[in-house]
């Protein structure tokens, strides 16, 4: 049983930087892995990035390489989303995912935090 909280969504300039987290609950957040995903008004929920439970791997969404960075503390059973270089595209409401595989897909994921919204001005 895992609780996902995202926080950390606000109004920011293109251009700029946001850090979004994830706070989970449990004693097993290690075993998982964690994934971001977002959804825009009128669009399908979409894959961003994910981490392994050791933090050893990363993938990323092409739309979001080289500007969204993952990573994980699993000292503090959290989970974090660097991003940079907003684009006004990135607007969304961001939510994070827990699941024993380490996927794009959002199948495997059996946790997901209620969002965060993220909004990138132009």
């Known amino acids: 049983q895992v609780r996902l909280v995202e926080s950390g969504g606000g109004l920011v300039q293109a251009g700029g930087s946001l850090r979004i987290s994830c706070a989970a609950s449990?004693?097993?957040?290690?075993?998982?892995?964690m994934g971001w995903f977002r959804q825009a008004p009128g669009k399908e929920r979409e894959f961003v990035a994910t981490?392994?439970?050791?933090?050893?791997?990363?993938y990323y969404a092409t739309s979001v390489k080289g500007r969204f960075t993952i990573s994980r503390d699993n000292a503090k059973n959290t989970v974090y989303l660097q991003m940079n270089s907003l684009k006004p595209e990135d607007t969304a409401v961001y939510y994070c995912?827990?699941?024993?595989?380490?996927?794009?897909?959002?199948?495997?994921?059996?946790?997901w935090g209620q969002g965060t919204q993220v909004t990138v001005s132009s």
């Open positions: 449990g004693r097993t957040f290690s075993n998982y892995a």
């Open positions: 995912a827990a699941g024993r595989y380490f996927s794009v897909a959002p199948g495997p994921y059996d946790y």
């Open positions: 981490i392994s439970q050791s933090g050893g791997n990363t």
